[in-house]
C-alpha cells in the first residue's frame, strides 16, 4: 500500500521565481496539512486542507497558498520566492483533519532557493 | 515564540543504554503528544504518542511519560541499539474548530553507537 508520495524530490529555484509542489494522500485520507522543515528545526505547520477546504492555516505570508483537488491530492504555491523559503516541504495526510488520526508524512520536497 | 522546548539537541549513547529525551510546552489547550522518528532523507514517522490524562505509556522498548502539572514530557528509549540513531521530535496536538495542528520541537539527533 503506497504511502504519502510527493513530488518533486528536490527543486532549485533563484529568488523571485515561483514553486510548486504536489503531494497525493494515502488512499483513503481526506485531508492534507503542509509542513515546512528548516534544517536543523522541527517541521512547522503551514496549512490543513480537508475536503478540498483550506480549514487552517499557520503563520505564513501569502506568499504561500495551496488547493486540494477532488482526489484529495494537494499542491502547495509559493511566489516571490526568497532565500528563506529554502527547506524541506512536508505533506502529511490523515483521515481527516479534527481528531487524534495520525498524520502520515511524505518524504519530503526538498527546495532550495538560490 | 517557541511553543514546544526540546533538550538535549543531541545525544549519544552506547549501545544498550537508555536515551531520555525531554520536552517542555507552555500552551495547556495541546490535547495530544505524539512523538516522531525521522531518518536522513525520510519524512517524520509516528513513534509512540499519549493522551495528557495519562502518565505514562510504553511500547516496547519506548516509554513517554506525562507531568501535566509541569506540563513536560519525555521519551525514553531502553536497550538503545545503533538503529535507533535518527532525529526525534516531541510535538503537540492541537484540535481547532475543524482542523488540527501539530506543534514541533527543534528535535534531537540521537546516535547510538555499537
Given amino acids: ?114 | 515564540q517557541q511553543q514546544v522546548k526540546q533538550s538535549p539537541q543531541s545525544l549519544i549513547v552506547q549501545k544498550g543504554g537508555i536515551s531520555i529525551i525531554n520536552c517542555a510546552y507552555e500552551n495547556t489547550a495541546f490535547d495530544y503528544f505524539p512523538w516522531y522518528q525521522q531518518f536522513p532523507g525520510k519524512g517524520p514517522a509516528l513513534l509512540i504518542a499519549i493522551r495528557p490524562d495519562v502518565s505514562e505509556k510504553k511500547e516496547g522498548r519506548f516509554t513517554i511519560s506525562f507531568n501535566k502539572s509541569a506540563k513536560q514530557f519525555s521519551l525514553h528509549i531502553m536497550d538503545s541499539q545503533p538503529g535507533d540513531s535518527a532525529t526525534y521530535f516531541c510535538a503537540a496536538l492541537r484540535l481547532n474548530s475543524g482542523y488540527s495542528t501539530l506543534t514541533f520541537g527543534k528535535g534531537t539527533m540521537l546516535l547510538v553507537s555499537p
Avoid at chain 1, 528536490?10 to 528548516?38: A, E, M
Wanted: one cysteine or more; glycine letters at 10%.
Fill in chain 1, 1 to 114: 500500500d503506497a504511502g504519502v508520495t510527493q513530488s518533486p524530490t528536490h527543486l532549485i529555484k533563484t529568488r523571485g521565481q515561483h514553486v510548486t509542489l504536489r503531494c497525493s494522500p494515502i488512499s483513503g485520507h481526506k485531508s492534507v496539512s503542509w509542513y515546512q522543515q528548516v534544517l536543523g528545526q522541527g517541521p512547522q505547520f503551514i496549512f490543513q486542507y480537508y475536503e478540498k477546504e483550506e480549514r487552517g492555516r499557520g503563520n505564513f505570508p501569502d506568499r504561500f497558498s495551496a488547493r486540494q483537488f477532488p482526489n484529495y491530492s494537494s499542491e502547495l504555491n509559493v511566489n516571490a520566492l526568497l532565500l528563506g523559503d529554502s527547506a524541506l516541504y512536508l505533506c502529511a495526510s490523515s483521515l481527516n483533519g479534527n481528531s487524534y488520526n495520525e498524520q502520515f508524512f511524505g518524504p519530503g520536497t526538498r527546495l532550495t532557493v538560490l
